[in-house]
T-cell receptor, first 112, second 118 residues
Framework: KQEVTQIPAALSVPEGENLVLNCSFT??????LQWFRQDPGKGLTSLLL?????REQTSGRLNASLDKSSGRSTLYIAASQPGDSATYLC???????????FGQGTRLTINP | DAGVIQSPRHEVTEMGQEVTLRCKPI?????LFWYRQTMMRGLELLIY????????DSGMPEDRFSAKMPNASFSTLKIQPSEPRDSAVYFC????????????????FGPGTRLTVT
């Protein structure tokens, strides 16, 4: 059974810092991995999707990497801004399945 | 593109009442997912459909929960009778499912329905 873990559960950093959010999964037989952002009381916004054959994906100040063999993914946020404050969720789609298995999320606060 | 549309956005009901949540997926998408989010358990898949056919309903907690997808543009999640422990945010998501291995299969989420059962 696939399990997804995100550490830390919460992170608070000053504006302008570069930061890394971590995601680990137990079964390396994945189809893809998706990073989402969730603002309080809102739905999920897809940030990046990495296929199992890819090592990383970039969108603006965001860079997501995938190391399938070690069961890890990281989301790198460059030059953080207060508007980046949100909960970031990692979700894995295993091979042979369509459903996403989610981590519990990292609640990120960027202090002005 | 309007994205995934869910209604109502908020629902407050009394225990024992029937609750129906609605979802309109993104036009052209052929897979639809219902998730539930709680503080204790996070995001969990309840059921998903491919081409309007239920594929996996193993996440549906009890017989009180049922879901239908009568056509490609509409789905409902019904709880009857509702209980206080059903209070949660219910999300609908859709994607374009492909077995080719080249499509993204990225899931797009609606804004959710916040259900409170008193």
């Amino acid at each position: 059974k696939q399990e997804v873990t995100q550490i830390p559960a919460a992170l608070s950093v000053p504006e302008g810092e570069n930061l890394v959010l971590n995601c680990s999964f137990t079964d390396s037989a994945i189809y893809n991995l998706q990073w989402f952002r969730q603002d309080p009381g809102k739905g999920l916004t897809s940030l990046l999707l990495i296929q199992s054959s890819q090592r990383e994906q970039t969108s603006g100040r965001l860079n997501a990497s995938l190391d399938k063999s070690s069961g890890r993914s990281t989301l790198y946020i460059a030059a953080s801004q207060p508007g980046d404050s949100a909960t970031y969720l990692c979700a894995v789609r295993s091979r042979g399945a369509q459903k996403l298995v989610f981590g519990q999320g990292t609640r990120l606060t960027i202090n002005p | 593109d309007a994205g995934v549309i869910q209604s109502p956005r908020h629902e407050v009901t009394e225990m024992g009442q029937e609750v129906t949540l609605r979802c309109k997926p993104i036009s052209g998408h052929n897979s639809l997912f219902w998730y539930r989010q709680t503080m204790m358990r996070g995001l969990e898949l309840l059921i998903y459909f491919n081409n309007n056919v239920p594929i996996d309903d193993s996440g549906m907690p009890e017989d009180r929960f049922s879901a239908k997808m009568p056509n490609a543009s509409f789905s409902t999640l019904k709880i009857q009778p509702s209980e206080p422990r059903d209070s949660a945010v219910y999300f609908c998501a859709s994607s374009l499912y492909s077995t080719s291995g080249t499509a993204g299969n990225e899931q797009y989420f609606g804004p959710g329905t916040r259900l409170t059962v008193t």
